[in-house]
Nanobody, 121 residues
Framework: QVQLVESGGGLVQAGDSLRLSCVAS????????MGWFRQAPGKEREYVAA???????TYADSVKGRFTISRDNAKNTVYLQMSTLKPEDTAVYYC???????????????WGQGTQVTVSS
């Protein structure tokens, strides 16, 4: 059983940057592909970015060029560096772990509790 704990959310202004972290425990982190998803009020949870267990990220079109996903297998941590934030990035951000890289929720077996990101205009 893998446990995931996100941190780093907060209230920022449009154009600011923020880095989210997700620490994993209870499993072999380096085995897992990791993903970031987000859910805004009244909307479905949507894919943001994902990274293979060996590195190499993919991104949703809405964040491409602004967000960067990375991981440190020695620290059991995956990061999401968010730059040039927009009000529409406001959401609860979740990290997830799965055995293969996926851009869909069904591809992930384990989820964190989420961290709130609010971007004011």
């Amino acid at each position: 059983q893998v446990q995931l704990v996100e941190s780093g959310g907060g209230l920022v202004q449009a154009g600011d940057s923020l880095r989210l972290s997700c620490v994993a425990s209870g499993g072999t982190f380096s085995m897992y592909a990791m993903g970031w998803f987000r859910q805004a009020p009244g909307k479905e949870r949507e894919y943001v970015a994902a990274i293979r267990n060996t590195g190499g990220g993919t991104y949703a079109d809405s964040v491409k060029g602004r967000f960067t996903i990375s991981r440190d297998n020695a620290k059991n941590t995956v990061y999401l560096q968010m730059s040039t934030l927009k009000p529409e990035d406001t959401a609860v951000y979740y990290c997830a772990a799965g055995l293969v890289l996926s851009t869909t929720r069904r591809g992930y077996n384990y989820w964190g509790q989420g961290t709130q990101v609010t971007v004011s205009s």
